[in-house]
């Protein structure tokens, strides 16, 4: 049991600190009439008066209170608190939109300044931090957001129209649905493909260990490649296949687009999905291994009663670190004319329209901690022993 | 009945087991036992063929064990080793009813023997059959592992210095509890270790192993009594061997009838105790003489410090 009583939490005082200084400091929206101009930030005064941006920071205020002697009680308090906090932010954003969007010029479009971000990063750790101070479980961390999230959703449907990434996403709601569709299945593919490969390579070397130190190094230098340099690589080669063998042509493969793309994430996948799976067959108790023989296993049934399940773990582990690296990779795809997320982030780029980028990066970013965090909790779960 | 014919193992040029013969009656608890790299767990291992010899011929009840096969022959066997190997992702009920399963046994069976062997080896089933083997002290894992060797009641037993990773205290009662074990089921075992003072403590048969070869085999009280060589007489402990030998012998080998007339000897020893034990209550509680009483605590005869050190050629 975590120590909850007695000196001030400086994490909690620091974290509302900096929550402060970057809510009367940084800037909380920006607004253009259009598209094309860059907008003009506004502070959280500029926004509501200073009377409502003070109010706004009693909470702040009041959480480092809680914090300055912290007790089991308190730390509630501050909990709810934060998780209030986290629910106000898009209302807030929707009392900017209702204030300083003139409903009469339908180009007009709000940007969300640093200040809301700042808030939003400082808010969540503070929110981590009381969930392990007061030793709740991971899956109550996840519904007490379910609370901002709501709150989110109901804004975006009724004042955040005017929000640029909310205008972005409108604007190409079909694109954006069939890049998050091609970003999951080359995604889906690659770590499929690499994990089939992956296990029986891992199991060729463990069969032929002269094949390891050749198989390894091969993998490590494939990973050394920049990835545009691998789509480069792929290009010409793919380009002269589907030119002579017309059944690839017929399937779509050419220099761009989605076949050199899978080829070069393959590549990529398939150095931490061999190193896990290998290095989790050889982890496994020797002496496990020894006795199962001992008792009468055959050679099969070692492997798949044995040591199969207890490499587990750790071959998801390989699968978890492998998707991560691949939903990360796929974006620069977009640059062979892969489809996917990234498009939206070259185009942004290309654009300089930050809030295109962010429709783009963001469904990146939540897809990997999405992916982080089940494949981490279901690799727990698999732990051998179950929960002791 | 284990019997090894003149048995040699060649790791490449170097020789592990070399040229040794060694009959193990049934019932009987025969100990390997020398310095490490002697060659006895390779000698316990060429038996359930988890190595192959490289000479000579290696007999189950008469039967090469080469004409079995592999799977068939070490089912038939128990094995049990050092750090116990059990399968970590299994609970307890399932890793003792491993063997059963692969003979594919029937369920209700398997469960019945499981629960038997639990209760012989004093495993609660409430407590522990759904427990996983991390949540095990070191005794308890290790009477798992013994459990798990006897489930198929096998014939024949091969443990591989099963008690050698556990506290003294621990390690001394579960050596007790295989010579109780033992007294019950008659297997015949093979038991590999290198604590002299255990092979002392278990075995019917003692045989010395060094450098590959056997040196010496016999009772354990005979090989004491004449160790053959310095090397057997250093691993049996010098000086140390009185106390040993004193062991090895219960307090009724040497003592005689109670004489009624010098009746105020108060210190009692019971006759089942070892000499050992009879001569530390002479030295703790200053006594040169102790009544030895039977199970119900009566007095059947006495035992002088005088008698207790005599020459054995006395006798």
């Not at chain 1, 519904?143 to 996403?169: D, F, I, K, N, T």
């Amino acid at each position: 049991m975590a120590r909850v009583t007695g000196r001030p939490n400086i994490v909690l005082l620091s974290l509302m600190l900096a929550a402060l200084l970057a809510w009367w400091g940084l800037p909380s929206v920006s607004v253009a009439p259009n598209r094309i101009v860059s907008g003009s930030a506004y502070l959280a005064p500029e926004v509501a008066g200073v009377g409502l941006a003070a109010l706004a920071c009693l909470p702040m205020v009041a959480v480092m209170g809680l914090a300055w002697r912290p007790s089991r009680t308190r730390l509630a308090m501050a909990l709810a608190l934060v998780v209030l906090m986290l629910t106000a932010l898009p209302l807030w954003l929707s009392l900017a939109a209702l204030r300083l969007i003139d409903p009469t010029s339908p180009g007009a479009r709000m940007g969300i300044g640093p200040g809301p971000w700042v808030l939003l990063f400082v808010l969540l750790l503070a929110l981590i931090e009381l969930r392990t101070r007061l030793g709740l479980s991971r899956r109550l961390g996840w519904g007490l957001l379910a609370v901002p999230l709501g709150s989110l959703g109901v804004c975006l449907m009724r004042w955040l129209s005017p929000l640029a990434l909310w205008q972005e996403y409108q604007g190409r709601r079909e694109a954006f649905e069939s890049a998050l569709g091609e970003h999951l299945l080359l995604v889906g593919v690659a770590v499929g493909v690499s994990l089939v490969i992956g296990v029986l390579v891992a199991l060729a070397m463990r069969r032929w260990p002269a094949a390891q130190r050749a198989g390894f190094g091969v993998l490590n230098f494939l990973q050394t490649i920049p990835s545009i340099a691998l789509f480069g690589l792929l290009l010409a080669p793919l380009a002269w296949l589907s030119s002579e063998v017309a059944w690839l042509a017929a399937l779509g493969v050419s220099g761009i687009g989605w076949a050199p793309a899978l080829l070069a994430l393959v590549g990529y996948s398939l150095l931490p999905m061999v190193r896990n799976t290998y290095v989790a067959l050889e982890g496994v108790d020797p002496t496990v291994i020894d006795a199962a023989r001992g008792m009468g296993m055959s050679h099969g049934q070692v492997f798949r009663q044995v040591r199969l399940p207890l490499a587990l773990p750790v071959i998801l582990e390989g699968i978890r670190i492998t998707t991560v690296q691949a939903i990360g990779l796929t974006a620069v795809a977009a640059l062979i004319g892969a489809g996917g997320l990234g498009t939206f982030i070259f185009q942004g780029l290309g654009q300089a329209a930050m809030d295109l980028v962010l429709l783009g990066a963001l469904p990146i970013l939540f897809m990997a901690l999405g992916v982080d965090a089940v494949l981490g909790a279901l690799g727990e779960r698999l732990r051998p022993g179950g929960t002791p | 009945m284990i019997e090894l014919i003149r048995v040699s193992k060649r790791f490449g040029a170097e020789t592990a087991v070399d040229d040794i013969s060694l009959r193990v009656e049934k019932g009987e608890l025969c100990v390997l036992v020398g310095t490490s790299g002697c060659g006895k767990s390779t000698t316990l291992r060429m038996i359930n063929r988890l190595i192959e010899h490289s000479d000579g011929e290696i007999h189950l009840d008469g039967q090469p064990v080469r004409t079995f096969r592999e799977e068939t022959l070490r089912r038939r066997i128990g094995y049990a080793i050092q750090s116990t190997g059990l399968f970590p992702h299994w609970t307890v009920a399932r890793n003792i009813g491993l063997v059963p399963r692969l003979l594919e046994w029937p369920v209700t069976r398997i469960q019945a023997r499981v629960e038997e062997l639990m209760n012989l080896l004093g495993l609660p089933q409430e407590e522990f059959a759904d427990k996983y083997p991390s949540q095990l002290s070191g005794g308890q894992a290790q009477r798992v592992g013994v459990a798990r060797a006897l489930a198929a009641d096998p014939e024949i037993l091969l443990m591989d210095e099963p008690f050698g990773a556990l506290d003294p205290i621990t390690r001394e009662t579960l050596q007790e509890e295989l010579r109780a074990l033992q007294a019950r089921l008659h297997k015949t075992i093979v038991f590999v270790t290198h604590d002299m003072d255990e092979a002392l403590r278990l075995a019917d048969r003692l045989v010395v192993m060094h450098q590959g070869r056997i040196v010496q085999q016999g009772r354990p009280i005979d090989l004491l009594r004449a160790p053959a060589d310095a090397f057997v007489e250093s691993l049996l402990g010098g000086e140390d061997r009185g106390l040993k030998e004193a062991a090895l012998l219960p307090v009724s080998e040497r003592m005689r009838p109670l004489r009624a007339s010098q009746g105020h000897a108060q210190e009692r020893i019971a006759q089942h105790a070892s000499l050992r034990e009879a001569l530390s209550v002479m030295l703790w509680r200053h006594a040169e003489r102790l009544i030895v009483i039977d199970e119900d605590d009566r007095p059947v005869g006495e035992l002088s410090l005088r008698r207790l050190v005599r020459a054995r050629d006395d006798e």
